[in-house]
């Protein structure tokens, strides 16, 4: 039930203007997608990564070692310092995984059958991690990387490491024509602002939530909500559009957090039984509403500068005449 997703109209929008940055290659190595909490990043992230081994279908066929896109999450270790050893490990447990791979490139002997130890550096240091990382994305074909909670590079790390840590993916991009969709908070749009290489190769998108006050945004909130609500078997039957704007104010227009709550409640109506005191009991409490707004404004307030593009004022040409 918790795994119910909706391909809804901002969802889609966003994941189109992905996939033309994407296309854009080396001239747009990180892509950061910032958003509130609970909007459904996450959700975004999967749908990028199945649409992409969709659309390669074919390539999968012919050859099964091919990986072109996955989805990691940028790990909080509890370390002071963000676990660049951790994170590698991520990537190489997402590129090797389960796929089946061409036997040759992967250390096996074609003719026994016998897996071969690659040689290389050892893989339980750090520099072990990044050959190894580097040498999958390279056999895998990898086209793009999809970093959940990419936010936690930035928390956990001195303000004067930062440029040096994007700076890694960077080179990461470079060397392997990799690119990074980077998903979070609202922190991640400061990534711009740490130098002038990281701003040039950078493009940012807005995944924002459903406004109140945009009379489209209500009427796609309202779709979301009825397919959300039509997909969880105590609620199917009920009206829950006639809770739209209780919904709609609850969860402030984020589809993510509209699932959890659709959720919750579809579990308390099947304990309980239909009230609206069980309504009241799914919905976010007054204090966590009034955090995540708050957290909402600051962000949007914050990005709003940085999303503008305005061609620059062409002066009038005043030519000179000749006597």
């Given amino acids: ?7 809804h109209p901002r969802i889609a929008a966003t ?3 992905c996939r033309l940055m994407l296309d854009a290659g ?3 190595n990180l892509i950061v997608l910032c958003g509130p909490t609970g ?18 279908a074919t390539a999968l066929s012919e050859d099964p070692g091919y990986m072109p896109a996955i989805r990691v999450e940028a790990p909080a270790s509890g370390e002071r310092d963000f676990s660049w050893r951790l994170f590698y490990q991520r990537m190489l447990d997402a590129l090797e995984g389960e796929l089946d791979a061409p036997r040759t490139a992967y250390g096996i002997d074609p003719e026994s059958g ?31 990387v999809v970093v959940d909670e990419a936010a936690h590079m930035m928390r956990q790390c001195h303000p004067s490491r930062l440029v040096e840590q994007f700076n890694t993916l960077k080179s990461l991009s470079n060397e392997y024509h990799v690119q990074w969709i980077l998903l979070g908070s609202y922190d991640l749009f400061e990534l711009v602002s740490l130098s002038a290489q990281l701003a040039r190769r950078t493009h940012v998108i807005h995944f924002g939530r459903y406004r109140e006050d945009v009379a489209e945004d209500v009427r796609s909130f309202r779709g979301c909500l009825k397919k959300l609500g039509e997909s969880m078997p105590a609620l199917k039957d009920l009206d829950v559009l006639r809770y739209a704007e209780v919904f709609h104010q609850n969860t402030l227009g984020c589809v993510g957090t509209l699932r959890t709550v659709l959720v919750r409640l579809n579990l308390l109506v099947t304990e309980r039984g239909w009230s609206e005191d069980t309504l009241c009991k799914a919905l976010l409490t007054e204090a966590q509403v009034t955090q995540i707004m708050r957290e909402i404004v600051e962000g949007e307030e914050r990005i709003a500068p940085g999303l503008k593009r305005n061609l620059p004022v062409q002066q009038p040409k005043t030519g000179r005449r000749v006597a």
Avoid at 39 to 52: D, I, M, P, Q, S
Avoid at 117 to 126: A, K
């Fill in 114 to 144: 016998k897996v071969v130890r690659p040689v290389g550096p050892q893989t339980n240091r750090l520099s072990g991690l990044r050959t190894a990382v580097e040498r999958s994305l390279r056999n895998r074909g990898t086209r793009f």
């Fill in 26 to 28: 080396d001239n747009a």
């Fill in 1 to 7: 039930m918790s795994g119910q997703r909706i391909r």
């Fill in 39 to 56: 909007v459904g990043k996450t959700t975004l992230g999967e749908f990028l990564v199945e649409a992409e081994l969709k659309a390669q």
């Fill in 15 to 17: 994941i189109e203007e």
